[in-house]
C-alpha cells in the first residue's frame, strides 16, 4: 500500500538577517563521482534518503545510473532516463535531481524551474548537483529559482573527507548540491 500523505521539507529557524531565513550548510563525507556523472553511488543514496519516503516519485534527471539505483534500493519510484526522453509524466514528483549546467533541456534556467514547480509536490525538493569551484554559479541557480517561487532550502558541500573533530581538516570539496523546495503554503516559495 502507498502511503499518499505529503510531507513537507523542513523549515530552518533563526534568522540571520532580520526575515530572511538561514539557509544551513552541511558537509556530506562522500566520494567524488566519476567523469561524465552527475554523481556517486553513495550521493544518491543520501539524496534519496534525506529527501524522500517510501513510495515518493523522483524524477531522475542526472547522468549516470546511480540515483537509479538508490530509487530502487530505497522503495521509491521513479520516471528515471525515460523521463527525459518523453517528458517528466503527468504525477507530480516529492524530488527531482539535476545537475548543472542542464544538458539536453532546451529551457533556460528560469522556464527549467517553472517546470520543477510545477512537477513537485507542496514541500517537494529540487536537487541541483554543481561541481564545486564556480562562486557565482550556485547563486545564479537559486535567482532563478526564486524566480519562479522555489525556496532555497538548504547547501550541501560534498568532500571526499569528513572533517574530524580536534585535527585541522582541508577539505577535498568536489559538488556543491542546491536544496530547492516548493512551499506548501498556496502564497508560494519561502524565499
Same mark, same amino acid.
Given at each position: ?11 530552518? +529557524? ?5 526575515? *530572511? ?5 552541511? *558537509? ?16 544518491? *543514496? !543520501? ?36 523521463? !527525459?526522453?518523453?517528458?517528466?509524466? !503527468? #504525477? ?12 539536453? #533541456?532546451?529551457?533556460?534556467?528560469? #522556464? ?13 525538493? *529540487? ?11 550556485? +547563486?545564479?541557480? +537559486? ?38 523546495? !516548493?512551499?506548501? #503554503? ?6
Amino acid at each position: 500500500m502507498t502511503d499518499n500523505t505529503h510531507h513537507s521539507a523542513p523549515v530552518p +529557524v533563526g534568522d540571520v538577517v532580520p526575515g *530572511v531565513p538561514p539557509v544551513p550548510i552541511t *558537509v556530506w563525507p562522500v566520494p567524488a563521482p566519476h567523469l561524465g556523472e552527475t554523481m556517486s553511488n553513495a550521493m544518491g *543514496v !543520501r539524496l534519496v534518503h534525506n529527501l524522500t519516503h517510501p513510495g515518493g516519485l523522483v524524477i531522475d534527471l542526472a547522468d549516470g545510473p546511480q540515483l537509479a539505483r538508490a530509487i530502487i534500493a530505497a522503495s521509491r519510484r521513479s520516471h528515471l532516463t525515460s523521463a !527525459r526522453q518523453v517528458g517528466w509524466g !503527468r #504525477e507530480a514528483a516529492s524530488l527531482i535531481v539535476t545537475g548543472w549546467p542542464l544538458f539536453g #533541456e532546451p529551457a533556460s534556467p528560469v #522556464e527549467f524551474f517553472d517546470r520543477c514547480r510545477a512537477k513537485l509536490l507542496p514541500g517537494g525538493c *529540487v536537487a541541483v548537483l554543481l561541481a564545486h569551484g564556480d562562486l557565482v554559479l550556485p +547563486v545564479d541557480v +537559486v535567482i532563478a529559482a526564486k524566480k519562479v517561487g522555489l525556496g532555497y532550502l538548504q547547501h550541501i558541500v560534498a568532500a571526499d573527507q569528513p572533517p574530524r573533530r580536534g585535527t585541522p581538516t582541508r577539505l577535498d570539496i568536489h559538488t556543491d548540491v542546491l536544496i530547492l523546495t !516548493r512551499s506548501t #503554503e498556496d502564497g508560494g516559495a519561502d524565499g
